[in-house]
């Protein structure tokens, strides 16, 4: 079969104009973490025809991402997610402009985003997160990014919006971000678990146990493709409504869709928000508490 671009997008044609099409051709995205999230994110824009893809990662697919990473098959387990991903991007759009990067990628980013205005953070390393974000808004570039929660969630962080650590009062506000310590780093997390609490329903859709043993660092944090896929996929209509110009109704606080109820969830107004607050941190210090 002989490739044709025109031929891969024309069912595209009806959703997105011809001419927003030509937009999405010619649009770059950078993609960090190609795992979970990311890399559902990276698929679907790849299947929309989006032309230049930048992707970073730095770990190898294991037994355990099969259950969600999209990438990840019994055939590419032992081998790097960037270039699996890369090959298997290849073989979706074989027009598609795909650059790779590992561990290197931290080094390079003022390279990546003179050419990438849109980032999708799709990795769960809070420093490089922290550095990921500063940078950002150095070079004028937005964020699409989604919480730590058991629902699929998504954020968009413009170049003039707070900065995650700013406005959950992580404690690296004005520090370097590789030189915080274990139970800064958890802090951080912490910040955030305690936002996803009080701003959706998302406590009464894990098991709490588990939650407990998350919260003690017994347990790696449970992921399940639903949720993950949906969550990538969400991402990436973020992505695509900031190509085209399209606008938004997701800002860099964010939003939750609970796909058990079918609702979408926004964050709660300053008085719920504070009475939730103090239930949310009672239930945290009770779960912490339970695993010794």
């Not at 999209?70 to 650059?99: D, H, L, Y």
Request: glycine share 8%; hydrophobic share 45%; with cysteine.
């Amino acid at each position: 079969m002989t490739f044709s671009y025109a031929g891969m997008v024309e069912r595209n044609i009806g959703f997105v104009s011809e001419s927003e099409q030509e937009k999405i051709a010619r649009a770059s995205v950078f993609v960090c973490g190609v795992g979970g999230m990311g890399g559902a994110a990276v698929q679907s824009l790849a299947r929309a025809g989006v032309g230049h893809i930048t992707i970073a990662d730095i770990d190898r697919f294991e037994l355990s991402n099969l259950n969600r990473q999209v990438f990840c098959t019994s055939a590419t387990i032992g081998q790097s997610k960037v270039e699996a991903a890369r090959e298997a991007i290849s073989r979706i759009n074989p027009s598609a402009c795909v650059a790779i990067h590992g561990a290197d990628w931290l080094g390079n980013l003022d390279d990546i985003l003179a050419t990438c205005s849109i980032i999708i953070n799709g990795m769960d390393d809070i420093a490089a997160g922290i550095a990921l974000y500063r940078k950002a808004k150095s070079h004028g570039a937005t964020v699409i990014d989604a919480y730590t929660s058991p629902l699929p969630s998504v954020t968009v962080v413009g170049a003039d919006a707070p900065r995650p650590e700013e406005r959950l009062r992580f404690p690296s506000v004005g520090r370097a971000p590789f030189t915080l310590s274990r139970q800064e780093l958890d802090a951080c997390r912490e910040a955030e678990i305690l936002y996803v609490m009080v701003n959706s329903s998302s406590a009464t859709h894990i098991d709490l146990g588990v939650a407990a043993k998350l919260l003690a660092g017994k347990r790696a944090r449970p992921s399940f493709a639903p949720m993950v896929i949906t969550t990538g996929n969400l991402m990436a209509f973020e992505a695509v409504n900031l190509i085209l110009g399209r606008p938004s109704a997701v800002d860099h606080r964010g939003v939750f869709f609970n796909p058990w109820t079918f609702e979408v969830e926004r964050p709660r107004l300053a008085p719920s928000q504070w009475l939730r607050k103090r239930v949310a941190r009672q239930l945290m210090k009770r779960l912490s508490g339970a695993v010794s």
